[in-house]
Nanobody
């Protein structure tokens, strides 16, 4: 059973930085793509970033390109999201996700964590 647990959310001022982490368990972490999604109040889930099984391929949503960086740490079974230059519109619940593929399109991620709240104040 795949389990994903996010951490690192909280309140941050606009222009600041925050680092989210997600610890995966339940299957071999290094074989599968990982991703971050977010959902703001009253809006649908939005793709933020993904990383391939070996870290060679990284993809970002247009709204976070140049500001967010996704990475994975194999020894700790974690995937991280470094968020810089945060804006109030980045306020959302951030979800970690994984797919059954080594490289996955946003629609192919089907396992999600419970999420962590990030609030950016202006």
């Amino acid at each position: 059973q795949v389990q994903l647990v996010e951490s690192g959310g909280g309140l941050v001022q606009a222009g600041g930085s925050r680092r989210l982490s997600c610890t995966a368990s339940g299957r071999a972490f290094g074989y599968y793509a990982m991703a971050w999604f977010r959902q703001a109040p009253g809006k649908g889930r939005e793709f933020v970033a993904s990383i391939s099984w070996n870290g060679d391929y990284k993809f970002y949503g247009d709204s976070v390109k140049g500001r967010f960086t996704i990475s994975r740490e194999y020894a700790e079974n974690t995937v991280s999201l470094q968020m810089n230059s945060l804006k109030p519109e980045d306020t959302a619940v951030y979800f970690c996700a994984t797919a059954d593929f080594q490289v996955a399109a946003p629609t192919e991620f089907k396992y999600y964590g419970q999420g962590t709240q990030v609030t950016v104040s202006s």
